[in-house]
């Protein structure tokens, strides 16, 4: 699910480490809903993997490192229905999630995603339906720039809750491919929240899906992020 935000609001939402990435003048920003089949180990066979729901907050940015100018996503919460991501991520493997209950239906041609984080904080209802066509964005003219958009942006850097670092994972495939749908509803207690996005600041714009897509997930080094006396009280390294 995609929203286009405005830049000032969602700067506010990042770390100093990173800034906006603009499409049209907008940030692009929204809710990734991930289904994982066979999550694993990579020196682990297929049938010992797991088949996890997880949920993805995040905002398209773009910062300087080492290897130059690079773009990706600021990933402020994850979220999954799965005990071992909650209790591993952000140990033994790049981010923390947090725990939340799934309710996922799907039949040919329509999708329901809904979620609630056990805390009670967070819950998100999605409905989609394949289409033929991909239109009504106003930050992408076709489906082929909007894929690769993400496609470009796969390296994710997420929140953690010391607030020091953020954990790298990059998402990589050789079969990349994304389908059009029609948005049927959607509610996020995120970004239906006006006083995270004032009314007119988050707009939803379109949403994607991929299907039976096989990846891997590659650790990035973290990014640290320590106090200072600058103005804002912070700085990155």
Same mark, same amino acid.
């Given at each position: 699910? !995609?929203?286009?935000?405005? $830049?000032?609001?969602?700067?506010a939402l990042?770390?100093?480490?990173?800034? $906006?990435?603009?499409? !049209?003048?907008?940030?692009v920003a929204?809710?990734?809903?991930? /289904?994982l089949?066979?999550?694993?180990?990579?020196?682990?066979?297929?049938?010992?993997?797991l088949? =996890? &729901? !997880?949920?993805?907050?995040?905002?398209?940015?773009?910062?300087?490192?080492p290897?130059?100018?690079? =773009?990706?996503?600021?990933?402020?919460?994850?979220?999954?229905?799965?005990?071992?991501n909650?209790l591993?991520?952000g140990?033994l493997?790049?981010? &923390?999630h947090h725990a939340?209950?799934?309710?996922?239906?799907? =039949?040919?041609?329509?999708?329901h995603?809904?979620?609630? =984080?056990?805390? %009670?904080?967070?819950?998100?209802?999605?409905?989609?339906?394949?289409?033929?066509?991909f239109?009504?964005?106003?930050?992408? *003219?076709?489906?082929?720039? *909007?894929? %690769?958009?993400?496609?470009?942006?796969? *390296?994710?850097?997420?929140?953690?809750?010391?607030g020091?670092?953020?954990?790298?994972?990059e998402? /990589?495939t050789?079969?990349?491919?994304v &389908? $059009?749908v029609?948005?049927?509803?959607?509610?996020s207690?995120?970004?239906?929240?006006p006083?995270?996005? $004032?009314?007119g600041?988050?707009?939803?714009?379109?949403?994607?899906?991929?299907?039976?897509?096989p990846?891997?997930?590659?650790?990035?080094?973290a990014?640290?992020?320590?106090?200072?006396n600058?103005?804002?009280?912070?700085?990155a390294?």
């Amino acid at each position: 699910m !995609n929203y286009r935000v405005d $830049p000032a609001i969602a700067a506010a939402l990042m770390p100093p480490t990173m800034r $906006p990435q603009l499409v !049209n003048g907008w940030v692009v920003a929204g809710i990734c809903l991930i /289904r994982l089949g066979q999550f694993r180990p990579s020196a682990l066979p297929g049938w010992a993997g797991l088949r =996890t &729901e !997880n949920a993805a907050h995040r905002i398209a940015v773009e910062w300087d490192g080492p290897q130059g100018h690079s =773009t990706g996503v600021y990933i402020a919460r994850r979220d999954s229905g799965s005990l071992i991501n909650v209790l591993a991520g952000g140990r033994l493997f790049p981010g &923390e999630h947090h725990a939340a209950r799934f309710d996922v239906r799907e =039949t040919a041609r329509d999708l329901h995603v809904a979620y609630r =984080t056990r805390d %009670e904080t967070i819950s998100v209802s999605v409905d989609v339906r394949t289409a033929v066509r991909f239109q009504g964005s106003e930050l992408f *003219a076709d489906l082929a720039q *909007a894929s %690769e958009f993400f496609r470009q942006g796969s *390296a994710g850097f997420s929140a953690t809750r010391g607030g020091q670092r953020l954990d790298g994972l990059e998402l /990589r495939t050789d079969a990349w491919q994304v &389908e $059009p749908v029609d948005i049927q509803s959607v509610r996020s207690t995120i970004f239906d929240d006006p006083d995270r996005f $004032p009314p007119g600041s988050a707009k939803l714009d379109c949403a994607l899906l991929m299907r039976q897509v096989p990846v891997t997930w590659q650790p990035l080094p973290a990014q640290h992020i320590v106090a200072d006396n600058a103005a804002d009280g912070r700085s990155a390294r």
